[in-house]
């Protein structure tokens, strides 16, 4: 939104990381759009960093409240495991760990506004990120009368100049100011991007990975894992109950310990761009590789490719933007309703960077009937059956060949 709209912007709640970017968001918006108080939201998604000095660096730079906010657990339970039962992958590959955190985000940040009788609120993403359509839509569908600030898409400073305009305003230059890379990290993930990255050609250097171990360093011996699921939520590691919190831990010190769980794509952008992205995501693909599994045990045929459909749409969505949107719920309808059946135990063994399934089972819903699959003497298929099946199954088939012999 342009200066000369917000101008009468009076209390606005900042979407805060802790960053440069965000940090000088707050004398920005003082000085130059002229906003009477910052109020700064961090949201805590179990990325690991520590809270209490990102929560002083706002106040430093300028916030009149600081707030920081444990988002953990509603991250896994309405965001995560959703996705899980969704199987969603962007593009077949990138479990979408950044973006199912922005509509959690938005949907605090709006809430915040309200309590504290804030007539705006602001975020630090660019102009050309997808980050910026993912909060600018759920805002705008949570809380129509609330202004979007966006600065950093308005201020056309590059990084340098970014960093200058903080120092100016007593905001340190970021720690490592050789740091080239942008990472954006969570529970279920980081991404890093930036710096020597953008070269596509480029092999990412080890030292841009924290949450998996790179193949040289990981145990020589294979380690056997087993999932529970139950209606499709994974409950269980290795016959230990856990909660949603616990078990996506669990899942990545596993995975991150045998080195799987890396990604290296080129992945299209909302914005009509092409970016190189790299990610680790390692409990989170390792969960949707087992439970993609459970399901084809455990759903009938059709409903499985059809879901398929469903799946590659909802990661669609979420990664453009369209939380709460109405594609999203009709979707979630069909998706619940093909849970229900999915329970059951699978199990993968993890060794260099591989999760390999070797076994899954489900003994309250499994659709594998032995007496039907078995080559053994208790086979009960009607083999003579399959004759008139083909007869009919294969009647376009001859027609249309014999229509193209004679023409
Ligand atoms: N491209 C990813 C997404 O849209 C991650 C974006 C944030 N990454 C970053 N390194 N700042 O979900």
Same mark, same amino acid.
């Given at each position: 939104?342009?200066?000369?709209?917000?101008?009468?912007?009076?209390?606005?709640?900042?979407?805060?990381?802790?960053?440069?970017?965000?940090?000088?968001?707050?004398?920005?918006? +003082?000085?130059?759009?002229?906003?009477?108080?910052?109020?700064?939201?961090?949201?805590?998604?179990?990325?690991?960093?520590?809270?209490?000095?990102?929560?002083? +660096?706002?106040?430093?730079?300028?916030?009149?409240?600081?707030?920081?906010?444990?988002?953990?657990?509603?991250?896994?339970?309405?965001?995560?495991?959703?996705?899980?039962?969704? /199987?969603?992958?962007?593009?077949?590959?990138?479990?979408?760990?950044?973006?199912?955190?922005?509509?959690?985000?938005?949907?605090?940040?709006?809430?915040?506004?309200?309590?504290?009788?804030?007539?705006?609120?602001?975020?630090?993403?660019?102009?050309?990120?997808?980050?910026?359509?993912?909060?600018?839509?759920?805002?705008?569908?949570?809380?129509?009368?609330?202004?979007?600030?966006?600065?950093?898409?308005?201020?056309?400073?590059?990084?340098?100049?970014?960093?200058?305009?903080?120092?100016?305003?007593?905001?340190?230059?970021?720690?490592? +100011?050789?740091?080239?890379?942008?990472?954006?990290?969570?529970?279920?993930?980081?991404?890093?991007?930036?710096?020597?990255?953008?070269?596509?050609?480029?092999?990412? $250097?080890?030292?841009?990975?924290?949450?998996?171990?790179?193949?040289?360093?990981?145990?020589?011996?294979?380690?056997?894992?087993?999932?529970?699921?139950?209606?499709? /939520?994974?409950?269980?590691?290795?016959?230990?109950?856990?909660?949603?919190?616990?078990?996506?831990?669990?899942? /990545?010190?596993?995975?991150?310990?045998?080195?799987?769980?890396?990604?290296?794509?080129?992945?299209?952008?909302?914005?009509?761009?092409?970016?190189?992205?790299?990610?680790?995501? $390692?409990?989170?693909?390792?969960?949707?590789?087992?439970?993609?599994?459970?399901?084809?045990?455990?759903?009938?045929?059709?409903?499985?490719?059809?879901?398929?459909?469903?799946?590659?749409?909802?990661?669609?969505?979420?990664?453009?933007?369209?939380?709460?949107?109405?594609?999203?719920?009709?979707?979630?309808?069909?998706?619940?309703?093909?849970?229900?059946?999915?329970?059951?135990?699978?199990?993968?063994?993890?060794?260099?960077? /591989?999760?390999?399934?070797?076994?899954?089972?489900?003994?309250?819903?499994?659709?594998?009937?032995?007496?039907?699959?078995?080559?053994?003497?208790?086979?009960?298929?009607?083999?003579?059956?399959?004759?008139?099946?083909?007869?009919?199954?294969?009647?376009?088939?001859?027609?249309?060949?014999?229509?193209?012999?004679?023409?």
């Amino acid at each position: 939104m342009a200066q000369e709209q917000v101008a009468r912007a009076k209390r606005v709640v900042l979407a805060y990381s802790g960053g440069v970017d965000t940090s000088v968001c707050i004398p920005y918006l +003082k000085q130059e759009w002229g906003v009477e108080e910052v109020i700064t939201f961090a949201a805590d998604l179990g990325q690991g960093d520590e809270l209490e000095p990102i929560r002083r +660096k706002a106040l430093d730079s300028g916030a009149s409240q600081s707030i920081v906010g444990d988002l953990i657990d509603p991250f896994i339970r309405e965001f995560a495991f959703p996705a899980i039962r969704a /199987n969603a992958l962007y593009e077949g590959r990138y479990p979408l760990s950044t973006a199912l955190a922005r509509p959690l985000i938005a949907r605090r940040l709006v809430e915040v506004a309200r309590e504290l009788g804030a007539d705006a609120v602001a975020h630090g993403c660019t102009g050309k990120g997808n980050d910026q359509v993912r909060f600018d839509v759920a805002i705008g569908a949570l809380a129509p009368d609330l202004k979007v600030l966006t600065p950093a898409r308005e201020w056309a400073m590059s990084r340098e100049e970014t960093i200058a305009y903080g120092e100016r305003c007593g905001i340190p230059a970021p720690v490592s +100011k050789k740091n080239p890379y942008s990472i954006d990290l969570n529970l279920l993930g980081r991404s890093i991007e930036a710096g020597p990255l953008e070269d596509p050609m480029v092999e990412p $250097p080890e030292e841009v990975f924290a949450m998996t171990r790179s193949i040289s360093d990981t145990p020589d011996e294979p380690q056997v894992v087993e999932i529970a699921f139950e209606q499709g /939520n994974p409950v269980a590691i290795d016959g230990l109950a856990l909660d949603p919190v616990s078990l996506i831990r669990r899942a /990545n010190e596993l995975a991150g310990l045998h080195g799987f769980g890396r990604l290296d794509i080129i992945e299209n952008r909302v914005v009509g761009i092409k970016s190189r992205e790299i990610y680790e995501t $390692p409990g989170l693909l390792l969960l949707i590789r087992a439970h993609q599994e459970l399901e084809s045990l455990t759903l009938a045929a059709d409903v499985v490719r059809y879901k398929r459909q469903i799946e590659s749409s909802w990661a669609d969505l979420v990664y453009q933007g369209l939380w709460f949107g109405p594609l999203k719920q009709a979707l979630d309808g069909f998706l619940d309703c093909t849970q229900a059946t999915v329970n059951g135990v699978v199990r993968l063994r993890l060794h260099k960077g /591989n999760a390999v399934v070797i076994g899954r089972s489900s003994s309250s819903d499994s659709l594998y009937v032995p007496a039907m699959a078995t080559y053994g003497s208790d086979d009960r298929f009607d083999h003579r059956a399959a004759e008139g099946f083909i007869y009919v199954w294969g009647m376009p088939t001859r027609l249309w060949a014999a229509s193209q012999r004679q023409a």
